[in-house]
């Protein structure tokens, strides 16, 4: 998200956590606000979900806000130096001021409008808890996917990342006879096996673990 509060915006480019065993922290989005699907999106499009990121171009966070945009919202500080659940609370309180119209994602990835975008109505921090990566989904966080695939976790891992959704990741494969012990952390084995898997299913071989390559270790080629 590249913004001037006066109104120019430019572009930039989780998981059923319940399934992994962490704690949850929300249950569903109050009113007509966006989906915690929608919010996956639009962070793995503006930062690849990573709420520390700090962007050449003067953006910050998993929102990619600039200071300015921040600071009219109430934030403090660094963006990227903020909690997730105080960069969440900051994402919803923007879009209740102005929609989706800061994220040129938003249009990107489709992301429709609803009740609630600029309506005006100033979000209470309870409101905002459903947005966070681990935060159940409404009665999918109770039911898995018909499919047997658990949720993509909304984050674009790259060589070095650890993450408790990585570890499932391994051990599928290892089930498919890959050597993973499911440490979660993204090293040599976990990248020879990510070019090995978007070779085989003709993705990009970018060695980025993304939806396409999450999706493919239970899918047969």
Known sequence: MRIDWRGAVGGAAV?????????AVGTTSAGADPSADDWATLRACESSGRYGVVASHGHYGAYQFDIPTWRSVGGTGLPSDASVEE??????YLYRMR???PWECAGMRDLEPDGDAAS????????????APGAPRGDRAAHPPADGVPAWPGVVFAFGDCHPALRVWQLRMKERGYGFTGTGCYRERTRAAVLEVQREYSINPSGRLGPQTWRAAWTEP
Not at 126 to 131: C, L
């Open 87 to 92: 960069q969440d609370y900051r994402a919803l």
């Open 15 to 23: 998981v059923l956590m319940t399934v992994f065993g962490l704690p």
């Open 120 to 131: 005006k109505r100033v979000p209470t921090r309870a409101e905002s808890a459903y947005m």
């Open 99 to 101: 929609g989706w119209q």
